[in-house]
């Protein structure tokens, strides 16, 4: 195994460690599924208050599964994309990012390492929640069918699109780390920011189309929005949804944004990390 | 007045002026704490549009400016003891002739001045964005807001002698309790819903933000005379919910204090 992959292996062990080294591996998957799954309910809840005829309403069930694939997933990209200025920032007080530089790699295998780790975490915890959601908006609302199309293709189309994902994803956390290279305070607000951008913009609970714009031109080239409606290609059954042409130009869209997304945040967090060298605040935890 | 209480207020006030200066010192607090109330609020919002119940935008709102609260709550009442730990604070506590109970209500009054510029920009920009339609009974609509908040912190000082007991997993519970008693207080939308099956409501209400949203729905918009007995009753509920929170987070503070110092856990920092 090369040293990039065995750092990159090394930092996923890492990141898990990091998150259920302190408590039972299953009592901390469980913890961590507690917020989307009340998320997901919470959403489920409003859109049934809003609607009070909702079971004279025929779109009513559609709508409650474009509501939980969104807010399943926004989640899920919020949970991991973050991960990178954690990384740095809880690192520089732990000592673990400093140490990074003294071993045989740099900071990059091990950034992208904790957000694979924090990825097939927040993955697992979202597709749960999604599933606990069906069952219990089913249960809440039993006079509307809640349309989902599982099937063996539609489950790998599915995975492959939370795959594509990841350099949107990861890119975001290199960019937002290279910010956390500087910052010394309040870094840990970002994940709020990233959460409440992407409940608004990635078209996870409402259609683009109902913002203003110059907004909704943004929401529609984010990869986070091409990635959610390529989910929903894949989950939903027709006619509204499962189309699989635009299931492929969601996520081609999405894959090429990511590239984007990717190289920026690459680009960004070479130089600051460079810089920051030179600067000596790679360790700074103060200013 | 006697050395006790005048020590007492002392100690509260010292405590308020800190955590306030704190904030009002450090603008980008603001920025910091108002960005997931706001988002929230903006996300909800639109949510109830998209459902054509612009009507109820209101409630969003008022969900987003009791999030700020709640948020200041769990991470800046909840997790402080035990921050103050792992900076060495709290031992200074301790040693000094400082009650602990006026410290946490220092903390507290600190923490509502603190968090006020927050929930206001998040009420600001709601009205200038949304235009919700209002119906207020502003003089119970006030009352409401300083009993649920008085509870609300109060709840917060009785999970901070709680978290004492813990390291660095403080910081796991309250990521997991956020969501949840968002979810199960209908910070939202009204948990007394017929939507929503009894038993979930009746769990519901033993949390006081539940019954505080409740009757701030009522005194905001809904404004209904049928209520008002209803929204004086869940006042006196959320004052007696006050009071033995109060008294609870004073015995716990005492008892895991005492185990603090019997076991010698209570200055240990990183675990």
New interface residues.
Partial sequence: MSTTLRALAAAIWAGWYRDFGWINPLAGLFLRTIPPIASVLALVLIYGVAKPSASLDPNFGSQIAFLLVGGALYAHIAAYSWVATLAVAEGKWTYVFQSVYISPKSATPYLAGRTIASFITSATTSIIALTVGFFVAGALFPANQIPFNITFVTVPLFVLALVVNIFASMGLGFLLGAYSIYSTKFEWALPTYISGVLMIFSEALFPTSILPAPLRDFANILPFTNFIRASRQALLPPPLYGSISLYLSDLGLCFLGGIVFLAVGLGAFRLAENHGRRKGVLDRKAV | MNLRANLWLKTAYARAWVRTMSMYGEP??V???V??P???M???S????????TA?IGFAILGGIMLSFWGNVLWSMASQFNWDKQAGLFEIYITSPAPISAILVGMSLGGILGTAPSAVMVAVVGWLVFHPPINPAWPTAIATFVITLASLYALGMTLSSLYLVYG??AE??N??L???V??LS?V???VY?P??PLAVQAVASVIPLTIGMDALRRTLFLNNPADVNLVYTELLVLGIMAAILLVVSSKSLKALEERGRRVGSIAVRMR
Avoid: D, H, K, N
Avoid at chain 2, 46 to 53: D, N, P, V
């Fill in positions: 980008l607090w920025v910091v704490t960005g997931f706001l988002f929230s903006m996300g909800m639109l949510l109830y549009s998209s459902a054509g119940a109820r660095r997993e796991s519970f990521e997991a956020q969501e949840p968002q979810l209908g939202y939308f009204p819903s939507v929503i």
